[in-house]
């Protein structure tokens, strides 16, 4: 791969010409920083493929080369796909094209805003990006904004929020653009005093005087846009001048979500955009036979009734209104083309999936496992909302954005308009756990606006979403493992699924990484599953297969793709094979984890959750580990299964390692958060199907952990900074689920092979 050159000449009012130019290689990885015309301080980041993981990095390259000699890149012995690629990975690689999004500007009156290409669904990112801005600018954390940009046209990719990546490539760009800027704002400064800049320190929004002169941020912000050569470095500081950064905080956007100032896409008040609801088949995906609506048109309010291909929508003056209307109309439906399937199938069919397990050599001891996993909603506290507003030459959308340039491309075509014609606001969501990924209520929102000729504020109603939304694919695995001597000799995984919806970015995000699915013929979802799915043990030989059961569902990925269910399965297997060879079930782990890292961590959760100590009857420990995205995580905890019926969890133990902590209060709740989601899934949260109709409609008979199913003891422990920061939204949710799982089998002397386990 040649050298990477790069020019950078912008212009600024003054008529100058920019900064540098620079045609002199720069080495293999960059990200530049520059400055934009502006009359205020305003400086963009341009990420380059070191805010990647090296290994990401690394393939980038290779994929690089080959096509620079003309060739496909041979990566795992399978053409176009790499061996050192994550789902994070991917997607950082993916969205490189689209890095000039991050734009820094220094206002008048001192506020420092981020234009942040990402969603903020909940996870603490704005908090996160914020200190990163507040460090690297010597700001008061509360002059700094992190507003979210919108959907970008121009942009060669989605600028996705997903696979834990936001924080792990938006690092270096982020401290880089406040470094530039705070230098400029010295400089100003200097100029103004006539000093050298060397002698000026930044501190509180304002740049200091040895004299005691001080001038803030604002005031110098006009001077600082005209600076071309910052007088001053412009480099972000050293891990040891760091004074907010891994300091636990709360987060910026906390009051204003405690007292309802905070804005969601149901908020909004769009001039002219009426409530607006749907009504939906009694199936999934069956479609409309009959319609009589003519008693909900006469209803008080009703302004409208209009069908859609996955309904028919009702507008009214109030959602109340709606509601009551949509209620009133006489519809009959055709059954959808799962009519026929219940859950018992589904298992059934996802069973039959299967290639046949290898023969074991002769003599050869080896442990089978089988494991169903259940459907699982997304279930998001926010229900889905989306505003639309269409008119014969354009579209306006406000709604929760994980993918925005995918949705603005598809909504464009359904409405038969240019893409630049189509604008999306992204508006923060309350929670996602990848729902949002999909913009399935945008879409019906521009369809329905459309047909109806006016502005429309559609929601779903939880039960909408319940049975006609997302799910994290139902699945079934089979392992093998075969063992001798004290050792592990081969592991065989083979996993069958409801065929997973990968298409809110994923496909786009290997293209753009480079790799060539097709030549491998390999299906997107069988490629991805062999990229991200991997097993941090030395287990012998290990192979993965995927079988996919195409049903016409729609499935989605929840809180990672594959991992929640993969590694889950996989570390009971670690578990009951320890016992069966006689081991201890944390010292069989620590014997084969691949990572020293990984044994840090193993380490410091047995210790602090003192692994092994006596337990009455019907309660037990267990243990999980996973690692992903660049971080990893180990859980222990101690379950009461005293009552078969209402098992719970009593007291959990954490330790993680994701490099370098932006914010400890933020990751402990991220981690926090995965261990409620892990002891729901595997102890009593799932969807029945029940003849193509989904049974769970809403938090009553979706039974996901209440506060009393909660542990009433939680202790978290971080490891030390260990290199740049990895990804947490994901990473706890295997490892929680299994030691819950393990637990629950310590505690109740058996093997449980269905997840959850009271459904």
Do not use: C
Not at 473 to 488: E, F
Request: proline letters at 8%; glycine letters at 10%.
């Amino acid at each position: 791969m040649p050298p990477i050159s790069t020019s950078i000449a912008p212009s600024d009012p003054t008529g100058r010409t920019g900064e540098a130019s620079s045609a002199e290689p720069t080495g293999r990885r960059r990200f530049l920083t520059y400055l934009l015309a502006a009359p205020t301080l305003t400086v963009a980041a341009r990420l380059g493929l070191d805010a990647a993981a090296p290994a990401a990095a690394r393939a980038a390259e290779r994929v690089a080369e080959a096509r620079a000699a003309d060739a496909p890149p041979q990566l795992l012995g399978l053409p176009g796909i790499p061996d050192v690629l994550d789902l994070g990975d991917a997607m950082i690689l993916a969205g490189l094209p689209t890095s000039h999004l991050l734009v820094l500007e220094v206002t008048p009156v001192g506020r420092a805003r981020l234009y942040l290409p990402r969603l903020e669904v909940g996870q603490g990112l704005t908090t996160a990006i914020a200190m990163l801005v507040a460090e690297e600018l010597d700001a008061e954390l509360t002059d700094v904004d992190v507003p979210l940009s919108d959907g970008r046209p121009e942009l060669l990719f989605n600028q996705l929020t997903g696979g834990s990546n936001s924080v792990r490539s938006l690092y270096d760009p982020v401290r880089s653009a406040a470094a530039a800027a705070r230098a400029r704002l010295v400089t100003a400064a200097a100029r103004r005093w006539n000093v050298p800049a060397s002698s000026l320190r930044t501190a509180g929004s304002a740049v200091l005087a040895p004299d005691g002169r001080r001038a803030g941020y604002g005031e110098l912000a006009a001077e600082a846009a005209a600076v071309i050569l910052p007088a001053v470095p412009v480099t972000p500081k050293p891990a040891d001048q760091l004074r907010l950064v891994g300091r636990p905080t709360g987060r910026i956007d906390a009051r204003d979500i405690v007292t309802g100032r905070t804005r969601y896409a149901g908020d909004l008040q769009i001039p002219g955009a009426v409530p607006t609801v749907v009504a939906r088949p009694t199936t999934v995906n069956g479609t409309l036979r009959s319609l009589d609506a003519s008693a909900a048109r006469a209803m008080p309010g009703v302004l409208g009734v209009v069908q859609i291909p996955s309904g028919v929508a009702v507008l009214a003056e109030t959602f109340d209104q709606a509601l009551k209307a949509r209620d009133a109309l006489r519809t009959t439906w055709n059954p959808g083309p799962a009519a026929d399937l219940s859950t018992e199938d589904v298992r059934a069919q996802l069973r039959a999936a299967h290639l046949p397990f290898l023969i074991p050599p002769l003599l050869t001891q080896h442990l089978d496992g089988e494991f169903d996993f259940a459907f699982v909603n997304h279930a998001p506290m926010e229900v889905l909302t989306a505003v639309a507003d269409v008119r014969p030459n354009r579209a306006e959308l406000w709604f929760a954005a994980q993918s925005p340039i995918l949705a603005q491309q598809t909504i464009a075509a359904e409405l038969g308009l240019p893409q630049n014609a189509v604008t999306v606001h992204v508006v923060r969501g309350g929670g996602s756990f990848g729902r949002r990924l999909f913009f399935d209520a945008a879409l019906e929102a521009a369809r329905i606006s459309k047909a109806a000729g006016r502005p429309v504020k559609l929601m779903w109603t939880r039960n909408d979403d319940m049975r006609h939304g997302r799910m994290r694919p139902a699945s079934h695995h089979r392992i093998r493992a075969t063992y001798g001597l004290g050792q592990v000799l081969t592991w065989e995984h083979r996993a069958a699924t409801v065929k997973t919806d990968l298409g809110h970015g994923l496909g786009e995000t290997l293209t753009a990484a480079g790799f060539d699915l097709s030549l491998a013929g390999l299906s997107l979802a069988q490629a991805f599953f062999l990229l991200t799915e991997k097993n941090p043990y030395n287990v012998g030989i290990p192979t993965q297969l995927l079988a996919e059961l195409p049903l016409d569902l729609h499935t989605g990925s929840w809180r990672s793709v594959y991992s929640g269910t993969v590694r889950v399965a996989d570390e009971i297997m670690m578990d009951e094979l320890a016992r069966r060879m006689g081991q201890d079930e944390v010292a069989f782990r620590r014997a084969r984890l691949r990572s020293a890292a990984g044994r840090a961590v193993l380490d410091t959760v047995a210790d602090k959750g003192n692994w092994g100590r006596p337990m009455p009857p019907g309660q037990a420990q267990g243990i999980g580990y996973h690692d992903e995205n660049g971080g990893i995580a180990a859980y222990l905890v101690e379950l009461d299964a005293s009552d078969r019926a209402n098992p719970r969890v009593t007291k959990a133990v954490v330790a993680a390692d994701v490099g370098r902590v932006i914010n400890p209060t933020g990751l402990e709740a991220q981690l926090t958060g995965a261990l409620v989601d892990g002891l729901s899934v595997i102890l009593q949260t799932g969807n029945h199907l029940d003849n193509g109709a989904f049974r769970e409609g809403s938090y009553g008979d979706f039974h996901y952990a209440r506060q009393r199913h909660t542990p009433p003891v939680v202790e978290i422990h971080l490891m030390p900074p260990s290199g740049p920061p990895g990804g947490a939204g994901e990473l706890g949710v295997p490892a929680a689920s299994a030691a819950v799982a393990n637990a629950y089998a310590r505690a109740t002397g058996t093997s449980p092979r269905s997840f959850p386990v009271n459904f």
